[in-house]
């Protein structure tokens, strides 16, 4: 199972069981009360920060 690019699984309870890798690239999984996986293969959980630099004035 792949969530990615700004995706959202969001809830109060989540339960998420996959046979395979479970990735969330960039994506978003959020719970109120309690989450549960069960992931057969790999969790793979990755993401990306954009860091704005500022201008130099002289």
């Given amino acids: 199972m ?3 690019n700004g995706g959202v ?4 309870y989540v339960q998420i069981g996959t046979q395979n890798d479970l990735n969330n690239l960039g994506g978003t999984l959020a719970a109120n009360s309690a989450m549960q996986l069960d992931v057969g293969g790999d969790l793979n959980n990755l993401y ?3 860091v704005a630099r500022p201008k130099c004035i002289s």
Avoid: L, S, W
Wanted: aromatic share 0%.
């Fill in 48 to 50: 990306h920060v954009k």
């Fill in 2 to 4: 792949t969530n990615q």
């Fill in 9 to 12: 699984i969001a809830g109060d």
